[in-house]
T-cell receptor, first 114, second 115 residues
Framework: AVVSQHPSWVICKSGTSVKIECRSL??????MFWYRQFPKQSLMLMAT?????????EQGVEKDKFLINHASLTLSTLTVTSAHPEDSSFYIC???????????FGPGTRLTVT | AQSVAQPEDQVNVAEGNPLTVKCTYS??????LFWYVQYPNRGLQFLLK??????LVKGSYGFEAEFNKSQTSFHLKKPSALVSDSALYFC?????????????FGQGTTLQVKP
């Protein structure tokens, strides 16, 4: 099960928006997850995304800032709106294949906001 | 509340020696347990899982883990470490409450295998 992310690395200016794509390449993902990881730290779940429905955000995550769309069974997007330097981080998506328990992770996107 | 603890920030072993990376968990209901490995600037790779059945689970790259319900542990093991095993290892748990599939990750353990 392969999950891709695009771009792998992006630099943007403060106040602009950035979109990150997450694709399941060889399976249909009923559920996708978005995580944020700071250097040498664990993954923090930001939101759970189900195809065709609104994402469920974790407590403390601003849904108006981190827009998640899961338009198809193979694509979910995370848009960081009005980015600020504190949004700089490593963003990782994962996908769950059907009723399988494990998640398959993308390679991550390094976002740097200047 | 669900939680996962990895008590060691770093584990150092010599190549060819057995390795153990520790994980304990706290969850209501039956635990679903996972190990993932992360190489620098990469996403996570799935190693193995325990859902039900045999307490000893075998996974990718020669890794295995033992589920111990009484000790609420799920330690990762490998009989003979390789230098290429050096990476960051995460233990994760899900109780599948409401079937959300959410994973709770431990803080990670850096494994350093020296030649």
């Amino acid at each position: 099960a392969v999950v891709s992310q695009h771009p792998s690395w992006v630099i943007c200016k403060s106040g602009t928006s950035v979109k990150i794509e997450c694709r399941s390449l060889d399976f249909q993902a009923t559920t996708m997850f978005w995580y944020r990881q700071f250097p040498k730290q664990s993954l923090m779940l930001m939101a759970t995304s189900n195809e065709g429905s609104k994402a469920t955000y974790e407590q403390g995550v601003e849904k108006d800032k981190f827009l998640i769309n899961h338009a198809s069974l193979t694509l979910s997007t995370l848009t960081v709106t009005s980015a600020h330097p504190e949004d700089s981080s490593f963003y990782i998506c994962s996908a769950r294949r059907g009723a399988q328990y494990e998640q398959y992770f993308g390679p991550g996107t390094r976002l740097t906001v200047t | 509340a669900q939680s996962v603890a990895q008590p060691e920030d770093q584990v150092n072993v010599a190549e060819g020696n057995p390795l153990t990376v520790k994980c304990t968990y706290s969850v209501s209901g039956n635990p679903y347990l996972f190990w993932y490995v992360q190489y620098p600037n990469r996403g996570l790779q799935f190693l193995l899982k325990y859902i039900t059945g045999d307490n000893l689970v075998k996974g990718s790259y020669g890794f295995e883990a033992e589920f111990n319900k009484s000790q609420t542990s799920f330690h990762l093991k490998k009989p003979s470490a390789l230098v290429s095993d050096s990476a960051l290892y995460f233990c994760a748990v899900s109780s599948y409450s409401g079937n959300t599939g959410k994973l709770i990750f431990g803080q990670g353990t850096t494994l350093q295998v020296k030649p």
